[in-house]
DNA sequence: CAATTTTCATATGTCTTACATTTAATGTTT
DNA sequence: AAACATTAAATGTAAGACATATGAAAATTG
């Protein structure tokens, strides 16, 4: 672990770096100690807020975590699904909304993945991922709903038949699609019909995982994906004429 | 933007998460240059150095660069999907290294994410990624090729694939799983005849693409998933019995 | 007058030193 | 032996200084 102080990056991201790799190659594994903030300093030779910039760099991206005290240091984080989904969620949200992207190329993506689960979500599903779906669909039925809440419970409908593949790995890439598109659909009026159409496909959906129906369930997110861009397109058509 | 002093959290981190809050809603704007680091740190009533650990922070997560000189200070980044490529696949990498993800459940993922794309690809994909899939099932047919240059090729063929669906928004995701599963298939021992029955499955799904074939697109990738998955637990069984 | 060079102000990058706070281990007293 | 006090080690925070990069304004020059 060394660094070039002729380099043009800064020391504290070099510094950053080095242990990133460290940690990535398995040099440090996890719970592992590393050294002292004082000792760290003396070996990478720079002062100890340089060092401290470094470590929180790194705890940033959830791969140490620090404690106070007799014992206490920096540590190699053990990086959980749990932890990484919010960093995913937030990466992928800002993704979106810097780069333009379109409501039909996030909505195909997000379809596309969400059809890739369909199948095992079918086979693999609990009650529990069912009961949480039921759920949403009441609570999407209920009158006075605010968009935004209706854009929520929709985005926590889809989660559930997204664990229901009961693949972590799927779960955490699909989270970063699934919750990433909930500004682009709060821009979006849904009107009472709209609501009871997509509360149709919704149950269809339901129904057909609880029947461990794999072809109805793509059947259901197909349209859904279809119904979805059109509402999208004629909204955003309605409000550009009137402005 | 304020923070209270008496939560058990840093300093740097509530003030970093308060930055990161006025990005994610839109207050603060791309390209926005931030306050000063001195009139940070007396807007928040906290010392420079702590300032600056908030502002690294959100430097590890590619939200703010910073710039000397006269005219210097930090800025809102546009993210963009090249920067959080490498983000996202060392979060993946890591994600699977640390949490003992068995193979068969990281292999479902990618193909299940990869199946996902190829009805996309297989409309789209323009003669560059069908130019690069050639290439790399070239090389893979290469005598004396390593084992992890073999996987190297593999994973860029697959990559050429995902993007030739020409969403970026499922390029990104895909990333990390394809890559992620790198070091897993790095432990596999490839036979000539396991790279042969690869290699043929390759062709099959880039003259698929070619023809825009679809469904032959995804024959191609069932089968591929398959023979990986079962190649795999066969390694995995001769490993142990020898052990 | 235009082009070039110099100066200068400003901001980040880094170092030094100091003190505050947390925490576990150690020692002391009852 | 248990409760309490002490201590040492580590991170968290502050303050001030200097180094360095950089754009803009000022001075100089052809």
């Given at each position: 672990m060394k660094i070039d102080p002729?380099?043009?990056?800064d020391l504290s991201a070099q510094i950053a770096s080095a242990i990133r790799d460290a940690i990535v190659d398995g040099d440090l594994i996890v719970n592992q100690r590393l050294p002292s903030e004082a000792e760290l300093s003396e070996q990478f030779e720079v002062s100890r807020p340089t060092v401290r910039e470094a470590l929180k760099r790194l705890a940033a991206q959830s791969l140490i975590r620090t404690q106070r005290g007799a014992t206490g240091g920096a540590f190699v984080n053990k990086l959980s699904f749990e932890e990484a989904y919010p960093q995913q969620i937030t990466t992928s949200t800002l993704l979106l909304s810097m780069n333009a992207v379109s409501f039909e190329t996030a909505c195909e993506a997000r379809y596309a993945l969400e059809r890739s689960c369909a199948p095992l979500s079918a086979k693999r599903r609990s009650a529990d991922h069912l009961a949480t779906m039921r759920a949403e669909i009441h609570r999407q039925s209920?009158?006075?709903?605010?968009d935004e809440a209706f854009c929520a419970s929709d985005v926590a409908f889809h989660r559930a038949l997204v664990d229901g593949a009961q693949n972590p790995v799927l779960s955490y890439q699909l989270a970063g699609a699934v919750e990433a598109m909930q500004p682009l659909m709060n821009m979006i009026t849904f009107s009472a019909r709209d609501r009871a159409k997509i509360i149709e496909l919704h149950t269809q959906l339901a129904d057909a995982l609880d029947a461990h129906d794999a072809g109805g369930a793509d059947a259901a997110l197909a349209e859904l994906e279809s119904y979805t861009t059109n509402l999208a397109v004629s909204v955003m058509e309605k409000r550009s004429s009137k402005a």
């Amino acid at each position: 672990m060394k660094i070039d102080p002729n380099s043009a990056a800064d020391l504290s991201a070099q510094i950053a770096s080095a242990i990133r790799d460290a940690i990535v190659d398995g040099d440090l594994i996890v719970n592992q100690r590393l050294p002292s903030e004082a000792e760290l300093s003396e070996q990478f030779e720079v002062s100890r807020p340089t060092v401290r910039e470094a470590l929180k760099r790194l705890a940033a991206q959830s791969l140490i975590r620090t404690q106070r005290g007799a014992t206490g240091g920096a540590f190699v984080n053990k990086l959980s699904f749990e932890e990484a989904y919010p960093q995913q969620i937030t990466t992928s949200t800002l993704l979106l909304s810097m780069n333009a992207v379109s409501f039909e190329t996030a909505c195909e993506a997000r379809y596309a993945l969400e059809r890739s689960c369909a199948p095992l979500s079918a086979k693999r599903r609990s009650a529990d991922h069912l009961a949480t779906m039921r759920a949403e669909i009441h609570r999407q039925s209920q009158p006075g709903l605010t968009d935004e809440a209706f854009c929520a419970s929709d985005v926590a409908f889809h989660r559930a038949l997204v664990d229901g593949a009961q693949n972590p790995v799927l779960s955490y890439q699909l989270a970063g699609a699934v919750e990433a598109m909930q500004p682009l659909m709060n821009m979006i009026t849904f009107s009472a019909r709209d609501r009871a159409k997509i509360i149709e496909l919704h149950t269809q959906l339901a129904d057909a995982l609880d029947a461990h129906d794999a072809g109805g369930a793509d059947a259901a997110l197909a349209e859904l994906e279809s119904y979805t861009t059109n509402l999208a397109v004629s909204v955003m058509e309605k409000r550009s004429s009137k402005a």
